[in-house]
C-alpha cells in the first residue's frame, strides 16, 4: 500500500509543480501585455479616456492570476501536511522546492563559502 500511495504522491506532486509552473509563464506573458498597452496606447495617440476600463480589466485579471498564484501555494502546503499523514512524512516527493531542503534557518552552512567561490570564477 505504501508503493501505491507514493506513486500517487508523486503523480499529484508533478501535477501541483506543473499547475504552478503554468500560472508563473501566465503572469509572465500578462507582464509583456502590461508592458504592450500603454506602449500601444501612446503610438496609437489614444487618450488615456479610451483605454481606461481596457486597464481595468487587465488588473481585474493580474490580480486574478496573483490570487490563484498564492492558492496554489497554499494548496502545495496542505497537500505537503497530506503526505505527512499518509506515511510519506520522510519521502521527497517531486523536485524543484530547494527550499523545503534548507535547515529552518533557512541557510546552507557553507554558502558564504560557495557564494565566494562563485564570484571568483565570475572575475
Known sequence: MLKERLALAKKVATQVQETEAAIDAAIAKMGELVTLLPEAQAAAKLSPVVSDASFGYLHLAIAGLFDGRANM???HNELSSVKDKMGLRNVIVGTGDL???LPPNGRIAKAGRIAAIAEAQIA
Open 73 to 75: 501555494v497554499a494548496l
Open 99 to 101: 527550499g523545503k531542503l
